[in-house]
């Protein structure tokens, strides 16, 4: 008498084709952190532009004259001076990265 036959499954087959392998993810994952460094690149970018601006205006206000209160000359003088100082900061982190 033959001994009783049974049904292997071939299970490497298909976990090659829906698993991904190694390579692919760690691929993928550098993808996505350059792309992830990239944007944040340009959101510090987006800062200092806007940290700019408020330096600009700022000191447009300290510079006014008579025509804006002495407080808020005096506030927008040493914001203009505050901005100036955290621009060149964030530069200067973010040229070390």
């Known amino acids: 008498m033959s001994p009783p036959l049974s049904v292997v499954a071939d299970n490497s087959a298909a976990e090659s084709k829906t698993a991904p392998k190694l390579n692919d993810l760690s691929e993928r994952i550098r993808r996505l952190q350059a792309e992830a460094k990239h944007l944040a690149r340009e959101h510090i970018r987006s800062l200092e532009a806007a940290l700019i601006e408020v330096e600009r205006v700022s000191a447009e206000i300290a ?19 505050d901005c100036e100082h955290k621009v060149q900061a964030i530069e200067a982190i973010a040229s070390r990265n």
């Open 63 to 81: 510079d006014g004259g008579e025509a804006y209160p002495a407080g808020v000359r005096d506030i927008a003088r040493r914001l203009a001076e």
